[in-house]
Nanobody
Framework: VHIVESGGGLVQPGGSLRLSCVVS????????MYWYRQAPGKERELVAWIGRDGSVSYYADSVKGRCTISRDNTKQTVDLQLNDLKSEDTAKYYCKTPYDEWGQGTQVTVSS
């Protein structure tokens, strides 16, 4: 399985970013997908997950109301829209399958 995240960057507080993850998994439409993040010096934490058909999702309290996860099973992508970004959102964001397969991550830095 090949997982590639993109869309990270430097953004000012209050700004938005849309992260994208492309997954080369033949069974993609049948699996839950996850976004995690890891800030410097901190443990990796779950940000959100999305069910197989996109009808069910979960958000960590830290991003609830500011974050939307979505997927396109035809393109085998999972997106994470981050709004009203705060400095504490600064982290490397990773996409993960249920089989503990990870991408290389994409860096999000929120700073003025």
């Amino acid at each position: 399985v090949h997982i590639v995240e993109s869309g990270g960057g430097l953004v000012q507080p209050g700004g938005s970013l849309r992260l994208s993850c492309v997954v080369s998994e033949s069974a993609f439409s049948g699996i839950v997908m996850y976004w995690y993040r890891q800030a410097p010096g901190k443990e990796r934490e779950l940000v959100a997950w999305i069910g197989r058909d996109g009808s069910v999702s979960y958000y960590a309290d830290s991003v609830k109301g500011r974050c939307t996860i979505s997927r396109d099973n035809t393109k085998q992508t999972v997106d994470l829209q981050l709004n009203d970004l705060k400095s504490e959102d600064t982290a490397k964001y990773y996409c993960k399958t249920p089989y503990d397969e990870w991408g290389q991550g994409t860096q999000v830095t929120v700073s003025s």
